[in-house]
């Protein structure tokens, strides 16, 4: 343990309302920590900057998840044991479901929120490809009231977000429109568990109906981790494929718009060569698994 | 009293209840009243001239205490077998992470940011990081040529074997660094008083090894060190030769200030500083008839042995004895050497070296099967050692050993057959490739040659005061059942019940010194002379004619208290004794390496998924022969422990260097399986017997490291149908592999929506 | 949770918390690690620091029923909760069955993964009263053991769940 609790401040307010209030005070002054699962990392290995922390753990206001007509809202507080057992996002949202599955441990999902996954922003992030391709918009408070935004577009650059000093984030909403696509995601990690990913993705796919035998991409959405500073929708990949015919031609064709559009790096734990090569195999293993499933009926909840 | 009343048996575990409770006492645990928290101030240069030490501003310094090389009341060295390592650096430092300077300070928490205040400043001097480098000689880190040490093994004529040769095999094997890992880091308390010296306590595997360093470095006499081994939380070797080093830190601070000090490393510290198993490098070449006998080879072993010789020159030796595994060579040249590198010194590491050579030959085995045309299988077969043959250092091998039968054996439950015809079918459509993979191979469990000669180990165990009896041996307990297994011994010797006996805490005022916990030596070696002094108790009290020649064991504990309160507690003492027919020849390097070999057959069955070019193992097969088994949880436990830090070293762990020094020294970095990584890890034993071991048992530690290495890879070999011929093998590894390939194995299909 | 300043201006708190069935009261800095705390303040030894990154599991302890690294958790998000250790599943059942199976199965080796791992077999029990062997390669996915294998852990798992119900404990 490389740093000295007397160098730090943590305070618990019990509401929101307290917490934005802090925020307001002293913009920047606080850093927020939820679950702590990033933060209490950096902490114990001396590299934590800030030196004062405000705990906006297990806040009610945080913690729940709204049911609505057509979208569902998490609260920004609720951790990945929360996602992954909650029965709605289970059927409805599979992609965030699975991801909250291969995030880290079971110790780790029962402290580790999505709003701390997302502000802290790493690319390599499980769940914000799902994020991305499901159009999740984010609900952000402060002292000065509320704003909405889509979260497409929240990632300004390595580590950086579209958050204020005196902001956090309330809830994250998602439509609940995707219940006909075809879901895929896998995450590709050195083991089986507890890994940052080297690569991970995101999918939903819609098939035009009509011949079986020449099935047609009505609606797709791809979305990657580990590929770029940030969590990236493969926006020139989608557009490229979209309306064809999903035949060997196509999959080649996805593969090489993909790998134009990614920019994956070398690091600690992986090449960018084999990052690239993974995500064209990926993408190929997608469209061929969305291909397959033809005219049947999707089963809510399910991953091909 | 016949054998196997308790013998055989799976008794609980003697310190059990205490692990499971939560009670065990490990080194951090322990705080002593007046203690200081210590630290070290270590190189951030591979190698250079210390030029000036400051100590930075925002510091309390005269709160802490500070040493040097300059406080050293002995010599400043780590004794162990060469004295070329400082235990403080002074003028010079040889490896990133050297220790410099030591800090001590009654709040733990401020010690990081005392050690971050010192600045050193260095000439810096070229270093050296490979194998490669450090022969080429152009610079010249460590006495004249780099070299801590070499060993040649000759047998036959190799050179007249070339032009008789019908094949002529050639191949390069490497393995990489591998970090032991133990999930207690490493630790030690200090305590100083100028009446009774020094004591430590700490996470150690040899006392006896601590003791004779302290003493060197303190400058104090046998009886003024003591040193005491606290519940350790693994070992696997990377606490046999390292807790000297930090010993001897916590003991100058205890010295200097006069308060017992305390040393916990964190994880990071742990794995930049500390040892690594040996990187290595091995070429063969060998020479074949026309059925694929071997007729000779030539063998060039090599391993990095990091800045200073600590261990490498017993590990050179074992991984040069290995090298020629279990088969009949008519004759061989081995060449071995260990270099020097500016990294922290490389150290013990479960296998010790074996596993190194082991997998070269076992790589070199399939591809010379490949070579020649004939199968994995069936080169083994022709070419295994039998009963009556001699061994690359012309040790005979005595025993039925029938390795063509145990390797039937493993086929057989590995289903190898059947499922090399499926999986060959399989591939050409499917993503997963699927191959098996074999290795056979020996261990040589004891001290090789003349070592445990030179060990001379001495046991005693004790008739105490309540009737029961107490083992007092050096030999620590970290897991794989030292305190169970002599317990059984004693107790069956005895004709005692189980809980009867105990072992006592290993604390070198106590206990004599049974010689290092290493080499696979504690149930072969010590407990057979453990065996012998608990003979010398029932002895004494038959002499006293307190016991008949038979007993029940209430009798033994009324007639053990019945002497007790007469005599005092009383003690038998035992020594080693070294076999008749043990020869050694150090200088040719040639004759009874090891009194006893345990003999192995391990099976992978392995998927390459092409999508994301990760290899996994589906099931694993290990059959061994091992003499007896003393207790089958216990030696099942040893067999999948090992085999699981075995595939962790296959195919998870990687050291990433640069210029020396760890990159990756976080477990989010270094990647261990976990229990979502692991196969079905099926375990079986034959007994053959050993008249060298106590009961029968041969050393079983290091046994399940040897093998899984290479049978995985030849999997994959199995699976891809490409050569790889260094681990860790990392799906990035067989990812540029199968690019590389002239013809991709095959492009996007779409048949039934999976290839 | 609200923090209290303590009457001396040195930046700890008075903080409470339910240990093992006992209500404890602590005087300590905010961002002391709940592991150091239990550790050094309680003289709750049995939770093992063995990575301080959350990666090990060593310090898994029971928060209001939740298996977390202690090694991650800042005292002050502690206030409140309950919190169960190991001494606190030897306690309060002696015949723990986990423990008891540990003991049988040959779960336990050097011992030092074993009250985080014991800790987080308990709660994969209360989850699970009946798991699948994939059911407990996943719920124990986050403790590391480097003795084992694993092989034999997963045993005395499945041996615990065989014999009924898993320990009780405070929730």
């Given at each position: 343990?490389r740093?000295?609790p007397?160098d730090y401040q943590?305070v ?7 917490a ?9 002054a606080?850093?927020?920590i939820?679950g ?8 114990a290995a001396?590299k934590?900057t800030a030196?004062k ?12 998840i709204d049911?609505?007509p ?7 507080g609720?951790?990945y ?6 029965e ?6 599979p ?7 291969w995030?880290?441990?079971i ?8 709003g701390?996954?997302?502000v802290?922003a ?8 799902a ?8 609900v952000?408070?402060s002292a ?14 390595y580590?950086k ?7 956090l ?8 429109r995707?219940?006909?696509?075809v879901?895929?995601?896998r995450?590709?990690?050195a083991?089986?568990a507890?890994a940052?990913?080297k690569?991970c993705i995101?999918?939903?796919g ?7 035998d020449?099935p047609r ?6 979305a990657l ?13 989608e557009?490229t494929i979209q309306?064809?015919?999903i ?6 064709l996805?593969k ?11 690091d600690?734990?992986s090449?960018?060569?084999y990052?690239?090569a ?6 190929v293993?997608f ?6 499933t ?5 089963e809510p909840?399910a991953?091909? | 009293?016949a054998?196997d009343?308790?013998?055989g048996?799976?008794?609980p575990r003697?310190?059990?209840r ?14 002593l009243p ?5 630290a070290?101030?270590?190189?951030q240069?591979?190698r ?5 030490i400051?100590f930075?501003p925002?510091i309390a310094w ?7 090389a300059?406080?050293?009341p002995?010599?400043?060295?780590i004794a ?20 410099i300077?030591?800090?001590a300070?009654?709040?733990r ?5 005392a050690?971050a205040?010192v600045?050193?400043e260095y000439?810096?001097?070229?270093a050296i990081?490979?194998i490669?480098?450090?022969e080429q000689r152009?610079e010249?880190?460590w006495?004249?040529d ?7 093994v ?23 660094a ?8 490493n630790g ?12 430590v306590?700490?996470?150690?595997q ?7 360093a ?11 060190v003591r ?9 696997f ?7 000297s080093?930090?010993a001897g830190?916590a003991?100058?601070l205890a ?7 305390k040393?916990?490393?964190?994880r990071?510290e742990?794995?930049?500083?500390t040892?690594k198993r ?15 006998k071997?007729l000779?080879?030539?063998i060039d072993?090599?391993i ?6 600590t261990l ?8 040069t004895?290995?090298?020629?595994g279990?088969?009949?060579?008519p004759?061989i040249r ?7 590198t500016?990294a922290?010194p ?6 010790f070296?074996a596993?190194?050579?082991?997998f070269a030959?076992?790589r ?5 099967a490949?070579?020649?045309g ?5 080169i083994?077969?022709r ?5 009556g043959?001699?061994?690359t ?5 005595h ?13 057989e439950?590995?289903g190898y057959a059947?499922?090399r015809?499926r ?8 993503t997963?490739?699927?191959g098996?993979?074999i290795?056979?191979f ?23 005061a ?11 307990e970290f897991g ?9 011994i004693?107790?069956?010797t005895?004709?005692?019940?189980y809980e009867?006996?105990a072992?006592a805490?290993?604390?070198t005022?106590?206990v004599?010194?049974?010689?290092p916990t ?6 072969m070696v010590?407990?057979?002379i ?12 038959q002499?006293a ?7 029940s064991?209430?009798?033994?504990r009324?007639?053990?208290r019945n002497?007790?309160?007469?005599h ?5 003492l ?6 008749a027919g043990?020869?050694w020849?150090?200088?040719k390097?040639r004759?009874e ?7 192995a ?9 092409l ?8 099931e694993?097969?290990a059959?061994?022969?091992v003499?007896?088994v003393?207790h ?6 040893q067999?999948?422990g090992?085999?699981?830090q075995?595939?962790g ?5 990687k ?9 990756n ?21 034959e ?8 009961f029968?048992?041969?050393g079983?530690?290091?046994?399940p490291?040897?093998g899984p ?8 070999v199995d ?6 011929d ?12 199968l690019?590389?390939q002239?013809s991709p ?7 039934g929506g999976?290839? | ?5 303590g009457?001396k ?6 903080l409470?918390l339910?240990?093992n069935g ?6 300590v800095?905010p961002?002391?690690?709940l592991?150091?705390v239990?550790r ?14 959350g990666?090990?599991g060593?310090?898994s ?5 939740a298996?977390?690294n202690?090694c ?9 909760a309950?919190?169960l ?8 059942e002696?015949s723990?069955?986990m423990?008891?199976?540990?003991l049988?199965?040959?779960g336990a ?7 985080g791992m014991?800790?987080?077999a308990?709660?994969l029990?209360?989850?699970h ?6 059911d407990?390669?996943e ?7 480097r003795?084992?294998g694993?092989?034999?852990?997963f045993?005395?798992v ?8 898993s ?5």
């Amino acid at each position: 343990m490389r740093s000295d609790p007397s160098d730090y401040q943590l305070v618990a307010p019990g509401s929101l309302h307290d917490a934005v209030s802090l925020l307001a005070a002293e913009p920047g002054a606080w850093l927020p920590i939820a679950g702590g699962t990033d933060v209490m990392v950096q902490y114990a290995a001396g590299k934590l900057t800030a030196r004062k922390l405000l705990s906006i753990w297990n806040l009610p206001e945080l913690r729940k998840i709204d049911i609505l007509p057509d979208e569902i809202r998490i609260g920004a507080g609720c951790t990945y044991t929360d996602l992954r057992e909650h029965e709605f996002v289970r059927r409805d949202l599979p992609l965030l479901a699975s991801a909250a599955r291969w995030t880290g441990g079971i110790a780790n999902q029962n402290r580790g929120t999505i709003g701390g996954n997302i502000v802290n922003a790493s690319p390599a992030a499980d769940s914000l490809p799902a994020l991305l391709v499901y159009d999740a918009e984010l609900v952000l408070i402060s002292a000065r009231g509320e704003r909405r935004l889509p979260y497409f577009g929240f990632h300004t650059g390595y580590k950086k977000t579209q958050l204020l000093p005196d902001e956090l984030i309330r809830s994250v909403c998602l439509p609940r429109r995707f219940s006909t696509y075809v879901s895929y995601a896998r995450k590709v990690g050195a083991r089986n568990a507890q890994a940052i990913s080297k690569v991970c993705i995101a999918a939903l796919g819609l098939l035009s109906s009509g011949a079986a035998d020449t099935p047609r991409i009505e609606d797709v959405r791809i979305a990657l981790g580990s590929v770029a500073p940030i969590p990236f929708r493969l926006i020139e990949t989608e557009k490229t494929i979209q309306g064809k015919m999903i035949d060997r031609g196509l999959l080649t064709l996805a593969k090489q718009i993909a790998g134009r559009e990614i920019r994956p790096i070398d690091d600690i734990r992986s090449t960018a060569r084999y990052r690239a090569a993974v995500a064209g195999n990926l993408i190929v293993e997608f469209l061929a698994r969305l291909r397959a499933t033809g005219e049947q009926a999707v089963e809510p909840g399910a991953i091909v | 009293m016949a054998n196997d009343r308790i013998i055989g048996k799976p008794v609980p575990r003697k310190e059990g209840r205490e692990k499971v409770t939560g009670q065990a006492q490990y080194v951090d645990d322990m705080v002593l009243p007046n203690m200081l928290h210590g630290a070290t101030v270590r190189s951030q240069v591979p190698r250079g001239k210390i030029k000036k030490i400051t100590f930075g501003p925002g510091i309390a310094w005269d709160e802490f205490v500070i040493v040097s090389a300059k406080d050293i009341p002995g010599a400043n060295c780590i004794a162990l077998i060469v004295e070329d390592q400082p235990c403080l650096a002074s003028e010079f430092v040889n490896h990133p992470e050297e220790p410099i300077l030591l800090l001590a300070h009654p709040d733990r928490h401020v010690l990081p940011k005392a050690v971050a205040a010192v600045s050193i400043e260095y000439e810096a001097l070229p270093a050296i990081f490979t194998i490669d480098e450090s022969e080429q000689r152009s610079e010249i880190i460590w006495g004249s040529d780099n070299t801590f040490k070499t060993y040649l093994v000759e047998k036959g004529n190799v050179d007249l074997v070339w032009e008789q040769a019908a094949f002529i095999v050639d191949g390069e094997y490497c393995t990489g660094a591998q970090e032991q890992l133990y999930i207690e880091n490493n630790g030690m308390i200090a305590a100083f008083d100028p009446a009774h010296g020094i004591t430590v306590w700490g996470s150690l595997q040899c006392p006896y090894y601590v003791h004779k360093a302290l003493m060197k470095l303190c400058d104090l006499s046998e009886a003024k060190v003591r040193v005491v081994q606290m519940e350790t939380g693994g070992a696997f070797g990377g606490k046999e030769e390292y807790p000297s080093m930090i010993a001897g830190h916590a003991a100058l601070l205890a010295m200097k200030s006069g308060r017992p000090v305390k040393i916990i490393y964190d994880r990071m510290e742990d794995m930049v500083a500390t040892t690594k198993r040996h990187p290595s490098r091995t070429r063969h070449r060998t020479a074949l008839d026309k059925d694929g006998k071997i007729l000779g080879g030539e063998i060039d072993f090599t391993i990095d042995g990091g800045a200073y010789a600590t261990l490498s020159s017993v590990v050179l030796s074992r991984g040069t004895i290995h090298a020629g595994g279990p088969y009949y060579w008519p004759s061989i040249r081995i060449r071995a050497k260990a270099v020097a590198t500016n990294a922290p010194p490389h150290g013990a590491f479960r296998g010790f070296g074996a596993p190194q050579s082991l997998f070269a030959l076992e790589r070199h085995m399939d591809r010379i099967a490949q070579t020649i045309g004939v199968s994995p299988v069936e080169i083994r077969r022709r070419n295994f050692l039998k009963t009556g043959q001699t061994t690359t250092t012309d040790q005979a091998v005595h025993e039925p050993i029938d390795l063509d039968t145990l390797l039937d054996r493993a086929l057989e439950l590995s289903g190898y057959a059947a499922k090399r015809e499926r999986f060959v079918a399989q591939n050409e459509t499917s993503t997963q490739k699927k191959g098996m993979g074999i290795a056979t191979f020996l261990h040589g469990a004891g001290f090789t040659g003349s070592g445990e000669r030179y060990l001379s180990s001495l046991v005693a165990v004790e008739g105490c005061a309540e009737g029961t009896v107490r083992v007092l041996v050096s030999s620590t307990e970290f897991g794989q059942g030292t305190k169970t297994v002599l317990s059984q011994i004693v107790a069956e010797t005895l004709g005692l019940r189980y809980e009867d006996v105990a072992v006592a805490q290993p604390d070198t005022v106590e206990v004599p010194n049974s010689g290092p916990t290493v080499a696979s030596r504690t149930v072969m070696v010590v407990g057979k002379i453990v065996q012998s002094a608990a003979q010398g108790i029932k002895q004494t009290l038959q002499a006293a004619g307190l016991l008949g020649d038979s007993y029940s064991p209430e009798e033994f504990r009324a007639a053990c208290r019945n002497y007790v309160s007469t005599h005092g507690a009383f003690r038998s003492l035992a020594r080693y004794e070294a076999p008749a027919g043990v020869f050694w020849d150090d200088a040719k390097y040639r004759g009874e390496a090891y009194a006893a070999f345990a003999w192995a057959v391990y099976i992978a069955e392995v998927s390459v998924d092409l999508t994301t070019y990760g290899v996994t193992v589906d099931e694993f097969v290990a059959l061994q022969e091992v003499g007896k088994v003393l207790h089958p949880i216990l030696a099942e436990g040893q067999i999948t422990g090992g085999v699981a830090q075995a595939i962790g070293m296959t195919l998870y762990e990687k050291v990433i260097w640069q210029n020396g020094r760890m990159q990756n020294a976080q477990l989010t970095n270094y990647i261990m399986p976990t229990s979502a990584d692991l196969p079905r890890i099926r375990v079986f034993f034959e007994e053959l017997g050993n008249v060298h071991g106590a009961f029968g048992a041969k050393g079983i530690g290091e046994l399940p490291m040897d093998g899984p290495a290479p049978a995985i890879v030849n999997a994959v070999v199995d699976a891809l149908g490409i050569p790889f011929d260094s681990i860790p093998l990392l799906a990035e590894d067989v990812f540029e592999a199968l690019t590389a390939q002239a013809s991709p194995p095959g492009e996007p299909q779409l048949a039934g929506g999976r290839r | 949770m609200t923090q209290s300043p303590g009457k001396k201006n040195d930046g700890k708190c008075e903080l409470s918390l339910e240990v093992n069935g006992e209500r404890k009261m602590v005087r300590v800095y905010p961002m002391e690690r709940l592991l150091d705390v239990l550790r050094h303040e309680f003289n709750l030894t049995g939770t093992k620091e063995g990575c301080g990154e959350g990666e090990c599991g060593s310090c898994s302890v029971l928060m209001d029923g939740a298996l977390v690294n202690s090694c991650l958790v800042p005292v002050l998000q502690a206030e409140g909760a309950a919190i169960l250790t190991i001494e606190g599943l030897a306690a309060h059942e002696p015949s723990c069955r986990m423990q008891q199976t540990f003991l049988e199965c040959g779960g336990a080796q050097c011992g030092i993964c074993t009250p985080g791992m014991i800790v987080a077999a308990v709660h994969l029990l209360d989850k699970h009263a009946q798991p699948t062997l994939e059911d407990i390669r996943e719920g124990l996915s986050g403790n590391l053991c480097r003795c084992t294998g694993y092989m034999q852990i997963f045993e005395a798992v499945m041996e615990a769940a065989r014999r009924g119900p898993s320990a009780k404990h405070i929730p």
